[in-house]
């Protein structure tokens, strides 16, 4: 057990458990906060990656990325955050029309 | 292991166990009131005693400064967010009961 | 013991993000997300990352919360009912050999390999900086940084076209916070600020940075947007679409102008002030953008002129 593994491995239940919960909510804004646990575990991922390699230094190059990453994100979300409010607006409802049956909010 | 280091950890145990106060207060105490009461000043405490044990082997001045400055910044944030959360309690006038804070 | 500290951080990471997808009021998820970024901020400090550290804790966890939290506000109907969150057996099933398979790949990977950073140690003196995340930044992949100021931008020009053409709410300044409000302002504001200047300075030969400090200065823009102080939205309607272009112009100005005497996209003579200039662009940029996407724009002009 390294701290790459432990690191890894939690990466990749998060990704899986943001996968799950996109599928599972009919509710857009739970919806956009599971995207966000998925973006949550692509970043560790990247991170424990650039942890365990051999070098003078920790990989910079994944650091950067993840930088822009969590900036990109935030703007992703922004927007997304915002269209949904549009939806509820003209729709009366904030779920993706046949996404579920049942109509709870 | 000189004294500077036994100082340092008896006084991070001392924040440890003002933190672990402040949780079980924060689980277990029936009202939003009283929930507030032991997250401000129990983990404020405790993280002033975790601030004064690493003091007591820093290296140098300005991680001293640095350390004291963090502790002061989380005082003004713990204490005006208390006030706004009790002040939004206060004039919405909820029922405290432990039932209306279950899923939180 | 390190390796305890990171099983407690993983295990956490892992039931917090489980309690999310099952918690039943949209409330307790949000609040439960912005545990879920403070605890990967925890990680990323394990894995020696205090830049992402910083950005994730001001970004991540501060201000997609309020973000999360201003659209729930929208949202909210009255009569929401709490779901009880069913996971289908075929999905739970999907999901757990999707663990296995992608968790026994990961571990897979060899780990003797040395990525880029031999490449970026040996590059370092080219570039004029002592830190190798900013000189890769802002420096070796700056085409990485230039387009996400372009995504930036481009989300804020979506919102706020969004926001015009259905005139959805929530632009307005709220209401002048009491005493309480404006006094952690006085205090607070000069912090951030300073803190902000001093990231900005240290990212040359420490971590800290462009983003770093320009999410900080965000965090204080928005909670003087939240407390209703109107110095925001005095600035006029021009200014602060200048402002929001500032760091993506820059970096094609100097794409441009590096064309033109170089031959080569974004390659600089070796002098300081080339670096700086991008540098404080793109923080200001950053902030700017940043505080115009959790309030569409401070200044409510904006809105209403169409």
């Not at chain 1, 593994?5 to 990704?15: E, N, P």
């Not at chain 2, 000043?41 to 993280?47: H, V």
């Not at chain 3, 439960?32 to 970024?37: S, V």
């Not at chain 3, 706020?160 to 309480?180: D, H």
């Amino acid at each position: 057990m390294t701290t790459f593994a432990i690191y890894s491995i939690t990466a990749v239940v998060l990704f899986c458990v943001g996968l799950m919960g996109l599928a599972v909510h009919p509710n857009l804004l739970r919806k956009i906060v599971c995207l966000n646990i998925m973006a949550g575990g692509a970043f560790l991922f990247l991170i424990s990656l650039a942890y365990n390699s051999q070098g003078p230094e920790m990989d910079p190059v994944p650091q950067a990325m993840v930088l822009t990453g969590i900036v990109v994100a935030v703007s992703a979300t922004s927007f997304a955050l915002c269209l949904t409010r549009m939806i509820k607006e003209r729709t009366g409802q904030c779920h993706l029309e046949g996404s579920d049956k049942d109509k709870d909010n | 292991m000189n004294l500077f280091e036994i100082l340092s950890i008896i006084f991070c145990l001392c924040g440890g166990f003002f933190f672990l106060g402040g949780t079980v207060g924060l689980i277990r105490f029936p009202d939003t009131y009283s929930r507030l009461h032991a997250l401000t000043k129990a983990d404020n405490l405790g993280l002033g005693f975790i601030v004064l044990g690493l003091i007591m082997v820093s290296s140098s001045m300005p991680e001293i400064v640095k350390l004291i400055l963090i502790w002061l910044l989380a005082l003004i944030g713990s204490s005006s967010a208390c006030y706004f959360i009790g002040n939004h309690m206060h004039q919405s006038n909820k029922p405290q009961s432990i039932q209306d804070e279950s899923d939180f | 013991m390190n390796l305890i500290f990171d099983l407690i951080i993983a295990v956490c990471l892992v039931g917090i993000s489980m309690r999310i997808i099952f918690a039943r009021g949209h409330f307790q998820a949000i609040v439960l997300f912005i545990t879920y970024g403070l605890f990967l901020a925890l990680a990323w400090t394990r894995l020696n990352s205090p830049d992402i550290a910083i950005a994730e804790a001001a970004v991540g966890a501060g201000l997609t919360g309020v973000l999360l939290m201003d659209t729930l506000g929208a949202i909210k109907t009255s009569e929401e009912k709490k779901m009880r969150i069913k996971v289908p057996l075929k999905l739970a099933v999907m999901s757990i050999v999707l663990v296995i398979v992608l968790g026994y790949s990961a571990l897979q990977i060899p780990s003797d390999f040395s990525g880029l950073s031999l490449t970026v140690h040996n590059a370092m003196p080219l570039s004029g900086l002592e830190y190798s995340v900013t000189a890769v930044l802002l420096d070796f992949r700056s085409y990485d940084t230039w387009l996400e100021l372009g995504v930036l931008l481009t989300a804020v020009i979506g919102v706020l076209t969004v926001r015009r053409r259905n005139s959805l709410t929530g632009s307005a300044l709220p209401a002048p916070a009491e005493p309480v409000g404006r006094w952690i302002i006085k205090i607070l504001l000069p912090f951030m600020v300073i803190i902000g200047g001093y990231l900005l300075w240290l990212g040359a030969f420490a971590p800290g940075g462009a983003f770093q400090a320009g999410v900080v200065l965000a965090g204080a823009g928005v909670m003087l947007w939240q407390a209703g102080h109107p110095c925001l939205a005095v600035l006029s309607n021009s200014s602060w679409r200048l402002l929001l272009c500032l760091g993506f112009s820059t970096f094609l100005i100097l794409a441009a102008s590096s064309l033109y005497y170089a031959d080569q996209m974004l390659t600089h003579p070796q002098i300081k002030a080339w670096i700086l200039g991008i540098e404080y662009a793109a923080t200001i940029s950053i902030a700017i953008c940043l505080i115009s996407l959790i309030q569409a724009s401070p200044n409510s002009k904006l809105d209403k002129v169409s």
